[in-house]
């Protein structure tokens, strides 16, 4: 493709020879000819000017860091929005491997099931009865789809990957491998002997369309009613989704976050890696949560909150700079009481003296 | 089921009309006619009088929260269990699905393994040599059991388990999608090149009777001796137990939580969720550890601990809320050093005078 | 095996009768006759008095607690590294079971697809287009390897793995169980609607020569580019390895650690139990993390670094007492006010006597 055909395709704005072929997407440091590149984290452009790329995607009011110097040793792409057309880019250069339509000779389809046209069914899967799985669906090999669940059209469902009996699932929903998706929930009635009677976990799972569940990643089926992940949401590696959560719209889950059952995250949340957050609370819309906090309580709309249990971002930070200066504040509370003894000695001298 | 059927299966005392038909459990705010609901955290005994449920599981005890008000706008099921009686009553009216007995022609079963009467093996299952299963034990597709394990009777592998060679697994156990016993520990010895040598991991894994163990989590192998998990313990999603840990009964670990080598847990520990346990420590009797905390040395039976390195929760409460107070405390210490700046500089004053 | 044979195949100097016949290695308190033993924590060395093995592995320059007393109530194996010696004496008396060479006439291999003569697949393998098994390679069932994919020799990849296509694997790799290597990274670009859209990830994963792979455990692909493991690394289960991340050499990392995208590990780091670092940061050689810590920005060679976020790891153990100690901090500023104030009080009298 050259490269001016890939800037009409992108909507870019081209500045340079629009007759280089192009082939692929690479990074700064690693392109070369025929590749493109982009820039999109301002950190690392000085790497830009050693970059052997034929072309650079930049935003588009990208200037020179110096006025005596070109913006760049190639062709550039100007984007509105740079990362976005990166994507596109690969996605347009290096499109990934699709599977061929039709079922494998492999695959266990019960004969309730109904697969529609245009489907790859991968080998050794296993589909139960009254599934039904939607046009242009991709199930890879080794996958389980238990009894009378739904796919709905342009998903991908990775290797390995379980979804369970009764699990709804709508259009361009992307599964990674071996993720689960309504195991049972993590629900026990303690006896009085402390042993636990298991609470059958019959409700059902919903998956919204566009989202996507990352690798090893579970979402569990509650006692009773759902457990539903909102039209695209973006969950990472590792996490788990325990019964009865409700996740809104657009919400990003990064790897190994927690929620506990019953917890509510409204639109727009954001948990960064290895946070988590307690049962049955809700957080509102937009709210972020740093790396690695607990959230313990109801959260307010755009709240950024962080620490264990998590509060607001600002007092966290505060807080995390005092910790670590404590030894002088103990030393400076020293101090005072050296001092104030050594006043009040003086003092009780001067209470004699007059 | 009429509800006078369900109350007497459940040995609840019932208040109302009997004869009314009752299909499912379903929480208070989903429920509809023919619906029995439950309540069993008093948070929400205020939505209650919203319900369009047909009836309603309560405490023995429960009284209305006016006494111009009627209990419930239902009948109601008193019980002097609650949860226990939801519980049961799931169980009664919709039970979860179970495969019919016998094994797939897609499951490879070796010729030695013995597979008792009335258990089920589904599809692409495959069991190695001298594996025992026991009767009325489901195995879901694309199980994988090694050579030499034992899986008691009334059992439930859900699919995509790994169950390694050696493995012995007691009566009514549940091992949920995916998740992995008898994986290799993470045993090395260095070298004096800083490489690793691998310490091969041949002990066993015990699984006692009545455990259930997650999605996605896994229960590692020794290098010698076993990893052992007492009877009734319950296991959430994506744990790690690592080699040679030793559970006792009835403990509770939460999802995300960590054990490492040859640690112990007593009799009914419960640990919350991304909670961890280091290595060769042991955790009495009844030790709770709250959420995200990490316990570091041995702890005695029933202490409650928290925080990161995990001490009393108390202390924990404590300093927590006076972290949160570290700028009032620096503020206070710095107006401290003024004053005492300004009483030194009087007094310097008043030694002179006399 | 004769205890002397064994001495001689460890390189160990023997101490006792070496006629003995040794079939296991066991711990200190379950060794009977037969039985080799070992001692490589001295914590635990009080207990070697009480050990029915019939000989125990030390280091060479072990000597008695008590002079009066032997070594050991058993013959003695002097090792120069003894926790090496114990795994080469579980390797050589109790060796893991190895499936025999050859294809399991129930994997599916696709025809372009070459496998090494002495490599053995086993039941339900998925092998698709163009991928290279190496010699003696051992894939246990229910592994898929996608496209174009290479594992090179003498690899161990246990069962419900997922290799994704075109993950380059070198010798001497192990692999454990429902391992996903080469999903997709977290990439997604976000629209001006909130919603965001995928980043095609269809950058390669490398995994270098005697490498290992926890049970669980996810290796995701870059959108360019790929995502490295370093020759001797070893991780844990359950560890999150994000898209671009490039790891060195000999490289530890324990249970449930995760690292965000971009970021590097240089030759030698170890992370331990649930710690975690921040994407595009470096960590320096021989950086070590302690538990549940937060790396959020680089770091240099050879830091022992602990905390959220992580600093050096002798502050944060001082900040860690500190912390805990605050209500006495706090109490001592609050008697410092209380006698401040009676100064006060008394030097304003004292201003008005002379």
Redesign the interface.
């Known amino acids: 493709m050259t490269l001016a055909e890939l800037a009409t395709r992108l909507g870019c704005q081209l500045e340079g020879d629009g007759t280089i072929e192009v082939t692929?997407?690479?990074?700064v440091d690693?392109a070369g000819p025929g590749d493109v590149t982009f820039l999109t984290?301002t950190?690392y452009a000085s790497r830009l000017a050693g970059t052997r790329a034929s072309a650079v995607i930049l935003a588009a009011s990208s200037t020179a860091p110096d006025e005596s110097m070109p913006l760049a040793p190639c062709a550039v792409l100007r984007a509105r929005?740079p990362?976005?057309a990166?994507?596109?880019a690969?996605?347009i250069l290096?499109?990934?491997?699709r599977p061929a339509p039709g079922i494998?000779s492999?695959a266990?389809i019960d004969p309730s099931a109904e697969i529609a046209a245009g489907a790859s069914i991968?080998?050794?899967v296993?589909i139960g009865p009254r599934v039904r799985v939607g046009a242009r669906t991709v199930i890879?090999?080794?996958v389980?789809v238990?009894?009378g669940s739904v796919i709905g059209d342009d998903c991908t469902i990775?290797?390995?990957a379980?979804i369970?009996?009764g699990v709804l699932i709508g259009d361009h929903v992307?599964i990674?491998?071996?993720a689960?998706i309504g195991?049972?929930g993590?629900?026990?009635?303690?006896?009085?002997d402390?042993?636990?009677?298991?609470?059958?976990?019959?409700g059902r799972v919903v998956i919204e369309d566009?989202v996507?569940i990352?690798?090893?990643?579970?979402v569990?089926r509650p006692?009773?009613?759902e457990t539903r992940i909102g039209r695209?949401t973006?969950i990472?590696?590792?996490v788990?989704v325990?019964h009865g959560v409700k996740i809104g719209?657009?919400v990003?889950l990064?790897?190994?976050v927690?929620i506990?059952g019953s917890t509510v995250l409204d639109?727009?949340v954001v948990m960064a890696?290895?946070s988590?957050a307690?049962g049955?609370v809700r957080l509102g819309k937009r709210v972020r949560v740093s790396?690695?906090s607990?959230v313990t309580k109801d959260v307010d709309d755009d709240q950024h909150i962080a620490g264990?249990?998590a509060?607001d971002v600002r007092?966290w930070r505060?807080?995390?700079v005092?910790?670590?200066k404590?030894?002088e504040?103990?030393k400076?509370?020293s101090d005072?009481?050296q001092?104030?003894a050594a006043?009040?000695e003086?003092?009780s001298n001067?209470?004699g003296?007059?």
Chains 1, 2, 3 share one sequence.
């Open positions: 692929r997407v690479a990074a690693d984290n950190k929005r990362y976005a990166m994507a596109e690969v996605a290096t499109p990934p491997n494998s492999l266990s991968g080998a050794f296993a890879h090999p080794h389980v238990g009894a990775h290797a390995q379980s369970r009996d992307t990674q491998d071996a689960v195991s049972d993590f629900g026990f009635a303690e006896r009085e402390g042993s636990h009677l298991k609470i059958p976990q019959v566009d996507e990352g690798a090893q990643s579970a569990d006692a009773v009613g695209g973006k990472d590696n590792l788990q325990a719209r657009n990003l990064a790897a190994q927690g506990s639109d727009g890696g290895q988590g307690a049955h790396a690695k607990a264990i249990p509060g007092d505060e807080s995390t005092l910790v670590r404590l030894p504040l103990r400076a509370v005072l009481e001092r104030l006043l009040e003086k003092l001067v209470r003296s007059p």
